[in-house]
Nanobody, 117 residues
Framework: QVQLVESGGGLVQPGGSLRLSCAASGFTFSMYTMSWYRQAPGKERDLVARITSAGAAINYADSVKGRFTISRDNAKNLVYLQMNSLKPEDTAVYYC??????????WGKGILVTVSS
């Protein structure tokens, strides 16, 4: 059974930091590109960051460049999103995504991040 389970969300003040984790199981994690997406209330789900299977390529949305860092541990089937200098506009539900080269994709259930004073 495929599972992607996000953790590490919550309430943080502007300027603060959080680290999201996504624990994967039920598929060959090391073969999948892993991504974080987010969806703010009333908005579409947008890509935040993406890391390829071996970590050779990383992409970020312009809005988070220099503040967020994506990483992965293929030995532990984990992907992380370190979020620094958080802003109120980063408030959203954050989703973990796994995408295979052959097109199969999986989603986590999402975790809420709220940036507010």
């Amino acid at each position: 059974q495929v599972q992607l389970v996000e953790s590490g969300g919550g309430l943080v003040q502007p300027g603060g930091s959080l680290r999201l984790s996504c624990a994967a199981s039920g598929f060959t994690f090391s073969m999948y590109t892993m991504s974080w997406y987010r969806q703010a209330p009333g908005k579409e789900r947008d890509l935040v960051a993406r890391i390829t299977s071996a970590g050779a390529a990383i992409n970020y949305a312009d809005s988070v460049k220099g503040r967020f860092t994506i990483s992965r541990d293929n030995a532990k089937n984990l992907v992380y999103l370190q979020m620094n200098s958080l802003k109120p506009e980063d408030t959203a539900v954050y989703y973990c995504n796994a995408a295979a080269p052959w097109g199969m994709t999986f989603w986590g259930k999402g975790i809420l991040v709220t940036v507010s004073s």
